[in-house]
């Protein structure tokens, strides 16, 4: 080990550091950026550190554009869709992992098949179904057409068969009928990859794009990438403005992120794996 | 003692020829209908639609619903804009799938040598893969700007040639592109990362035993043994690319210069929501969901004839 560290490593090292550098500069740029003032954008040469640390822009964002309003409604409809979402994988992943019923595979394939049609196919169908309800700009119209994803339910499939058969035969021979074997073994012995799901679809829903783009009109139910995408025609390229934003939108991502890592990329390796 | 044994007796029933413990198909028929209403509401039906309305003149501007055939497809396949779109979505994805695929490859072998902080390195390269599109574009615009943007200052202070980036009809759909692969590509990173280091140490070692080059190792031993995830990975890329959206609408909302960034996409999202044609729409919609079909299928095929030849 310690004769191949002092052979290979070193030329390896400082090009992966130089490329990491290079992902990792964009964020830099932002976070230094959202202090600078106007003069210290259009200043050449270009200025790489403002000029004060002042949080003029960040308020100016909220007076530019209904800042909170978006925040909240992201919060809002990426909460509701995760509780939504977790609850129909975990009952469907549950079913098809532990119960015998007539059609399963058929519904397994189906679900799997789901995955192949990107939502964009099925935009326009949705788009008018929704507003045959009467629910473009609504909280409901946003929510609801979001609330499926194969995804999770493979994902939770995956853990919940890696539970020992033991745990369920024991859990009948005490008389447990197979709602409170979910309820009382699944549930319990899944909290980490259940938690995994709800990050991925908490996260999946908190950049989602296209879906809140079509479906809002008004400026009051736009979700934060909505409103931040307004906000480029608006601010008309008030880029250290934008970038005050855009630390708003990324930061408490990036946090998340560096806390649940671990479970992040444990979860793409395992469904990506299987897939 | 016979409360134990009256639970225990099981109440089965037949379906289609199998036997079935009822309290299981019970279970399972309370558990899965909301998800089955979500898959007929949100999936089966809009599905169905999408075929049945690309054969009418569906708008939504002049309320007509008539049937008209091939219409729709006959004007598509005569549209310029629409080829163009095409054209965009293929040059986009192909050099995306090539440019992600070597270079993430690349670096997942790299990261898997004996070096340094390695941890953090993963974490670097993962982390614009969780951040928000429109929030990282944002600041991908500025980096674009042909006037105060870092890219051209850089360029014009080491003397090189600046561009226009996304204001040139050369240049746009090549920024967009870098934009992306600078998103994605910790994705794959990890994917490929975690197949090197399900690879059996003991295969390697017995390899350098037998004397075999580091490349002899990398070609013979670890690529072959990638190629499931290095197949899931194209499989993946090439559905995701073409559903690439929010950063071609954020960057260049009209489809950039002479319509020069717009992917088949965008093309939807104008014909439906800008022009209010639905009809039409859902007929690129089914032309944009064949070529991903078409394009996973023979991709599968090509794999499996790859698998075959090499044992």
């Known amino acids: 080990m310690a004769k191949k560290l002092k052979r290979m490593s070193i030329p390896i090292f400082l090009i992966l550091l130089l490329g990491s550098i290079a992902m990792i500069f964009p964020f830099v740029w932002m976070i230094l950026s959202a202090f600078k003032t106007v003069p210290d954008v259009y200043a050449y040469p270009p200025k790489w550190l403002p000029s004060s640390w002042k949080f003029n822009n960040y308020v100016k964002v909220f007076q530019m554009i209904p800042f909170a309003k978006y925040y909240f409604n992201s919060i809002f409809t990426s909460t509701v869709q995760t509780a939504i979402q977790l609850f129909l994988s975990v009952t469907a992943a549950y079913a098809l992992v532990v119960l015998d019923f007539p059609g399963k595979k058929f519904l397994l394939s189906l679900i799997r098949s789901t995955m192949f049609v990107p939502i964009v196919v099925t935009l326009i169908p949705l788009y008018l179904l929704v507003s045959k309800a009467k629910m473009i ?139 | 003692m016979r409360e134990k044994s009256s639970a225990m007796r099981i109440h089965r029933v037949t379906i289609l020829g199998k036997r079935y413990e009822s309290a299981q198909v019970r279970a399972a028929a309370v558990l899965l209908l909301p998800t089955l209403i979500a898959i007929i509401l949100l999936f089966l039906i809009p599905v169905v639609q999408v075929v049945a309305y690309s054969f009418t003149n569906y708008n939504l501007t002049t309320g007509m619903k008539a049937y008209n055939g091939l219409a729709n497809y006959e004007y598509l396949f005569t549209d310029d804009r629409f080829f163009k779109a095409i054209r965009n979505t293929f040059t986009f994805a192909t050099l995306k799938l090539v440019i992600d695929t070597s270079l993430a490859l690349a670096i997942a072998l790299m990261l898997d040598s004996a070096i340094p902080l390695k941890k953090y390195l993963r974490s670097a390269y993962f982390a614009p893969v969780v951040v928000p599109v429109v929030a990282s574009s944002l600041i991908w615009i500025w980096f674009f700007d042909p006037g105060i943007g870092p890219f051209n200052q850089i360029l014009s202070a080491l003397g090189l040639p600046t561009s226009e ?118 007929s690129a919609s089914i032309i944009l969901f064949l070529i991903i079909f078409a394009l996973t299928i023979i991709q599968t095929k090509l794999d499996a004839r790859k698998t075959i030849s090499l044992e």
């Open chain 2, 165 to 282: 980036w996304l204001y040139h009809e050369d240049t746009a759909l090549l920024s967009i592109l870098m934009f992306s692969i600078w998103k994605g590509l910790g994705y794959n990173v990890v994917l490929f990362l975690a197949g090197l280091q399900n690879i059996p140490t003991s295969y390697i070692e017995a390899a350098q035993v037998d004397g075999a080059k580091a490349y002899q190792v990398l070609f013979k031993i670890k690529l072959p043994l990638l190629r499931p995830i290095i197949s899931f990975v194209l499989m993946i890329g090439i559905i995701n690319t073409f559903k690439v959206f929010a950063e071609v609408n954020v960057m260049t909302p009209k489809g950039g210069p002479l319509y020069s960034t717009a992917l088949m996409v965008n093309y939807i999202y104008d014909t439906a929501f800008t022009s209010g044609r639905m009809g039409r729409a859902c």
């Open chain 1, 137 to 275: 700009d609504t909280y409901a119209g946003i929510i609801l057409p979001q609330v499926f994803a194969a995804f999770t339910i493979f994902l939770l499939v995956s853990f919940f068969s890696t539970i020992p058969q033991i745990l369920y035969d024991s859990a009948k021979l005490d008389g447990c009928g197979y709602y409170r074997i979910l309820s009382e073994v699944v549930i319990p012995n899944s909290k980490s990859p259940i938690s995994t799901a709800m990050l991925f679809s908490f996260l999946g829903h908190w950049k989602s794009y296209t879906w809140p783009l079509i479906v809002t009109n008004k400026a009051t139910y736009r979700t934060l990438p909505i409103g931040m995408k307004y906000l480029v025609q608006e601010s008309s390229s008030e880029y250290q403005i934008m970038m005050a934003a855009s630390v708003m939108a990324i930061l408490p991502v990036l946090i998340v992120y560096l806390f649940f890592e671990k479970q992040l990329v444990k979860s793409i390796t395992l469904t990506g794996l299987k897939a």
